[in-house]
């Protein structure tokens, strides 16, 4: 039972590439979210999908897009990477309450 | 924008010592209130939680006080020892978006031997 996965833990991006983060969950979790964590700023929602088949935007959505392609994997994509997008992403899964994190990627946009 | 506010932003502890962090919701609409903990290179994980209906849970070291008329509640760790050195975060779900929590801005706690 490996929890939640993400690939890939670190990345370094030039100006304007475009890179997908993946993240897939084994413990049938309905809900997935994608988190960035900066200094001083705390976790902030990108989006999240509170079921197969439905997305939503969080407080950060600006720059990214989703996919959940099924009850497993929720993708994060960037599209244009911007150096404003340096920053440690999170992907979560929870059943109800509790969110179950993943180990982090670490992306730097230079 | 719904808001949780936690400080302080970071604390030194002698071990031994009690660790205090605060956090502050700016709304009633709110229905649980989760602590998570977040060591260095690592993902948040949950430490303890509490529903507004109580006004203090305690698991070992770790006790949560929760004061629903002041809006506001609190993470106290006795007797901090220095594997408690972590990050931590308050967190509050509303009730409005069963799915969503949203989270304090993080406390870097430090427990010196």
């Known amino acids: 039972n490996a929890g939640v996965t993400q690939t890939p833990k670190f990345q370094v991006l030039k100006t304007g590439q475009s890179m997908t983060l993946q993240c897939a969950q084994d413990m049938n979790h309905n809900s997935m979210y994608w988190y960035r964590q900066d200094p001083g700023m705390g976790l902030r929602l990108i989006y999240y999908s509170a079921s197969e088949g439905t997305t939503d935007k969080g407080e950060v959505p600006n720059g990214y897009n989703v996919s959940r392609l099924n009850k497993r994997e929720f993708s994060l994509r960037l599209e244009s990477a911007a150096p404003s997008q340096t920053s440690v992403y999170f992907c979560a899964s929870s059943a109800k309450y509790e969110q179950y994190f993943g180990p982090g990627t670490r992306l730097t946009v230079t | 924008q719904q808001q949780v506010k936690q400080s302080p932003q970071s604390l030194i502890v002698q071990k031994g010592g009690i660790s205090i962090i605060n956090c502050a919701y700016e709304?009633?609409?709110?229905?649980?209130f989760p602590w998570y903990q977040q060591f260095p290179g690592k993902g948040p994980a949950l430490l303890i939680a509490i529903r507004p209906d109580v006004s203090e849970k305690k698991e070992g070291r770790f006790t949560i006080s929760f004061n629903k008329s002041a809006k506001q509640f609190s993470l106290h760790i006795m007797d901090s020892q220095p594997g408690d050195s972590a990050t931590y975060f308050c967190a509050a779900r509303p009730y409005s978006s069963a799915s969503k929590i949203i989270f304090g801005s993080g406390t870097r706690l430090s427990i010196r031997p």
């Open positions: 709304n009633t609409a709110f229905d649980y």
